[in-house]
């Protein structure tokens, strides 16, 4: 089943002389369960289209379907309710906030959707599946690089979404850690039934990818 779709999509910035078009007629489609990794030197379109295809941006031309909403066609509030609910997010960064327990931050897209069923028992068990189990009323401060990003993704998936979008995930982190991330991303998207697409400049990260994509000059890069 499709979750997100790309047809012929441009992204400007700017305009006149000046314009910056830093996606150029990028046609993508991915399915639910399939794993994508978005490759290419720095500057060539990574992180703008997985700002697209995760509805945090809009094309200036061209259309993105994303669980069969065109994107474009949605004012603010229609935008902010897609993202909620059917994508989860993943960064280099981590973006935890350091004020709030490993359980609060995992929490807060079941709050901002006011989603209250079992909402203790949900988060306790993902824990448990991403290695957090004993680290709930932890801060973030007191957790390495790799169980930050664990929780992060415990985070990026415990409201269901149908897309998961990943800018970097394993930038700051060893390559022991980063094969435990790109493990527990691949499967809880194949449970979930999510698709997953990350940008990264790694080829280790991208071999476990079902498919790359390899982005040049805001294009897609054909054999």
Not at 22 to 28: D, E, G, I, K, N
Not at 185 to 197: P, T
């Amino acid at each position: 089943m499709e979750v997100v779709r790309a047809d012929g999509v441009r992204k400007c910035y700017g305009s006149g002389a000046g314009a910056t078009e830093a996606v150029r007629q990028v046609s993508l489609s991915m399915a639910a369960g399939e794993f994508v990794a978005l490759m290419g030197p720095s500057g060539c379109g990574k992180t703008t289209l997985l700002n697209l295809l995760g509805a945090m941006d809009l094309p200036t031309s061209g259309t993105v379907w994303l669980d069969g909403r065109n994107t474009s066609e949605l004012d603010d509030n229609a935008l902010t309710a897609l993202r909620r609910q059917r994508v989860g997010f993943v960064f280099q960064a981590f973006h935890l906030l350091p004020t709030l327990t490993v359980a609060e931050n995992i929490e807060m897209p079941l709050l901002l959707l006011r989603d209250m069923d079992a909402r203790a028992t949900r988060i306790a068990a993902l824990a448990e599946r991403v290695g957090l189990g004993a680290k709930l009323r932890a801060f973030p401060g007191e957790l390495s690089g790799g169980e930050m990003q664990r929780a992060a993704i415990a985070r990026a998936v415990i409201h269901h979404p149908r897309l998961v979008v990943a800018d970097e995930p394993t930038g700051n982190l060893d390559s022991h850690s980063a094969a435990r991330v790109l493990d527990l991303m691949a499967e809880l998207s194949r449970e979930a039934g999510a698709a997953v697409v990350m940008a990264t400049h790694s080829r280790d990260a991208a071999a476990r990818a079902s498919r790359i994509v390899r982005l040049r000059d805001g294009a897609i890069d054909l054999p």
